[in-house]
């Protein structure tokens, strides 16, 4: 089976701080260009994007042609589209708000074949981009990150890191705070504490830890803190910024909107 990079990076401990593009757009070239860019991953976002499943599969394939590993953002932990869009050919699925250890055994057996999972056959293209052993080593390859966003995870999270399989986690920054009281893309203690011990909870467990980043100096801060993998904001947010440069250094500071914990 062809291999996943991203998890062989974290595997062999890599030295450097792991890149994840973060994709709302719905367009197959806007990812190839992006997963040319030099990310170690591109994920399409099926909960905030502006795509549905039909727009995702052309772009995975874009993705495909590139070094990043294809990962996807599901919209919820439901385990039909998961099976589908890893079917499609995701190398990895981040589940969006597991907020106790019963939804992430749901979305890690939906993720893996009987008999450590539920997952149902017909891998699709799975198995065209993946190989012909897709099946039997799939299991070893995809990369399985569960959302910790919010209070309810935090109160959980031993017996969330706990369920077999799960390679890892991925903080949902703006969630968690607005979970926790507080609006998202504003520094708060609490927070910050809370991410803290969610870092280093699942670290000390030898886990993947990955996190979403409202900008690039906020992506740097995160990989000194030690998460293995950052997405310094979305592709909307990241264009929009570019053109407010250009903007602004043109024709002087200009009215425009802002950007908010990333997006
Ligand atoms: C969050 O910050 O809540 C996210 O889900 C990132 O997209
Ligand atoms: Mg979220």
């Known amino acids: 089976m062809r291999a996943n990079p991203l998890l062989h990076h974290f595997r ?28 170690d991953s591109v994920t399409v976002d099926l909960q905030h994007g502006m795509m549905g499943f039909d727009q995702m599969l052309p772009m995975l394939q874009a993705i495909s042609s590139t070094p990043a590993t294809p990962l996807v953002r599901v919209s919820t932990c439901e385990p039909a589209t998961i099976m589908k869009v890893l079917d499609a050919g995701a190398y990895g699925i ?14 890690v057996s939906a993720c893996l074949y009987p008999p450590s999972g539920n997952r149902s056959f017909g ?26 966003e919010s209070r309810e995870a935090l109160d ?47 670290l000390s467990r030898g886990l993947f830890v990955g996190i979403f980043c409202a900008d690039e100096c906020n992506a740097k801060k995160r990989v000194e803190q030690g998460f293995h993998l950052v997405t310094p904001g979305n592709d909307a947010g990241i264009l929009r910024k570019s053109y407010q440069y ?15 914990g990333g997006y």
């Open 12 to 39: 062999a401990r890599a030295t450097r701080p792991l890149i994840n593009a973060w994709m709302s757009l719905p367009d197959s070239y806007a990812a190839e260009v992006i997963g040319h860019a030099g990310v």
């Open 94 to 107: 981040i589940c969006p708000q597991v907020d106790n250890a019963e939804i992430c055994r749901r979305f």
């Open 123 to 148: 891998p699709s293209r799975g198995l065209t981009y993946g190989g012909s052993d897709y099946v039997t080593k799939s299991e070893g390859e995809l990369l399985l990150l569960a959302m910790i």
């Open 156 to 202: 959980n999270l031993d017996d969330i890191l706990d369920v077999p399989g799960l390679s890892g986690i991925y903080i949902g920054p703006n969630d968690l705070a607005l979970s926790m009281g507080y609006m998202p893309g504003v520094v708060i203690t609490e927070v910050e504490q809370a991410i803290e011990r969610v870092l280093q909870t699942a």
């Open 246 to 260: 250009y903007c602004q250094s043109l024709c002087g500071v200009q009215e425009s909107w802002g950007q908010n």
